[in-house]
């Protein structure tokens, strides 16, 4: 059976994503991003001490669901594997970010995060094949905001 090439195809257009990542004890906490899809990878970015990335460091996998601004889904959620980049890794994903929302990612989040003494971290995400895809586990999601 063969699959398309890029399971992120339906986040390409898409501004804002649900990213669901999960607590110790498995509970989902939902935030929404906004992401850049190169190929068979998404990139997002956010800052040192949020709570998704401590979520990222101790539970890489990670749901994602097309929503709106709101954070309100637009389409079902699939399973992915999440990394935090550095290096030249991490500046091709805030290039990509820059690109995709010039005003808002070239400019304004990185002053914001410096201005408030904010390291920015970049996550890529790998998405499973279909047949490793389960049934969405995220209801009852709670909202992040950070």
Same mark, same amino acid.
């Given at each position: =059976?063969s699959?398309?090439?890029?399971?992120? &195809?339906?986040?390409?257009?898409?501004?804002? $994503? =649900?990213?669901?990542?999960?607590? *110790? @004890?498995?509970?989902?906490?939902?935030t929404?991003?906004?992401?850049?899809? /190169?190929g /068979?990878?998404?990139?997002?970015r #956010?800052?040192h #001490? &949020?709570?998704?990335?401590?979520?990222i460091?101790? *539970?890489?996998m990670?749901?994602?669901?097309?929503?709106d601004?709101r954070?309100?889904p637009?389409?079902?959620?699939m399973? +992915?594997? +999440?990394?935090?980049? @550095?290096? @030249? /890794?991490? $500046? !091709?994903?805030? !290039?990509l970010?820059?690109?995709?929302?010039?005003?808002? !990612?070239?400019?304004?989040?990185?002053l914001? !995060?410096r201005?408030s003494?904010?390291?920015? =971290?970049?996550?890529v995400?790998? +998405?499973?094949?279909p /047949?490793s895809?389960?049934?969405?586990?995220? $209801?009852?999601?709670?909202? @992040? +905001?950070?």
């Amino acid at each position: =059976m063969s699959y398309p090439s890029n399971l992120f &195809a339906p986040f390409v257009r898409q501004q804002t $994503a =649900m990213l669901t990542t999960f607590r *110790r @004890d498995g509970r989902p906490v939902g935030t929404a991003v906004h992401l850049v899809v /190169e190929g /068979e990878h998404l990139y997002f970015r #956010t800052w040192h #001490t &949020a709570g998704k990335l401590k979520r990222i460091r101790n *539970r890489p996998m990670v749901e994602l669901a097309p929503c709106d601004a709101r954070g309100r889904p637009q389409g079902p959620a699939m399973r +992915a594997q +999440a990394r935090i980049l @550095d290096g @030249d /890794e991490a $500046a !091709h994903a805030a !290039h990509l970010l820059g690109k995709k929302y010039p005003l808002l !990612h070239s400019w304004f989040i990185p002053l914001l !995060h410096r201005l408030s003494g904010k390291q920015t =971290m970049h996550i890529v995400l790998t +998405a499973f094949a279909p /047949e490793s895809q389960e049934e969405s586990g995220s $209801a009852g999601v709670v909202p @992040d +905001a950070g």
